[in-house]
């Protein structure tokens, strides 16, 4: 069986322009080339894209480094914010549809890995902070 996060946001129009004085070194800092982000790994047969065009520029300049956090970290942030983006994506009449498109197949019980997670993490972190939603349990915050 396939497992598939997929995770697609198109925000048109959007300008974000970020600073930050983070003291880590440019060797430390995860960097990002494209507006379209896809993480694969055919082991476990899992995907995630990221479209958005404000999320590399907000990833290259606020993102922790990797493993700054633990992977049990991440997954425990991912798992409650994706049961809250998934019961707004059913309800298109009550949450903007525009925001959640889709729901985003993110199953606990699979080990989708750090970078996966990492990845997930840093995206909802960012939709939160620049969408001022709030997706409940941990406050997003940088």
Known sequence: MRFYVLIVVVIVGLAISCTSSKSFSENDKPRLESDTVRIANDEIEYEVI??????TNWFNTNAR?????SQNYLEARNRMWVLEWNR???????????????????????????????????????FQITNNQKLGGFIARI
Request: glycine letters at 4%; proline letters at 4%.
């Open 65 to 69: 480094p990797r493993n700054y956090y």
């Open 50 to 55: 990221i479209i958005d065009i404000g999320f």
């Open 88 to 126: 707004r994506a059913m309800m298109p009449l009550q949450y903007n549809s525009n925001l959640y498109e889709m729901q985003i197949n993110y199953d606990s019980l699979t080990n989708y890995g750090y970078e996966v997670n990492y990845m997930i993490y840093n995206y909802l972190v960012y």
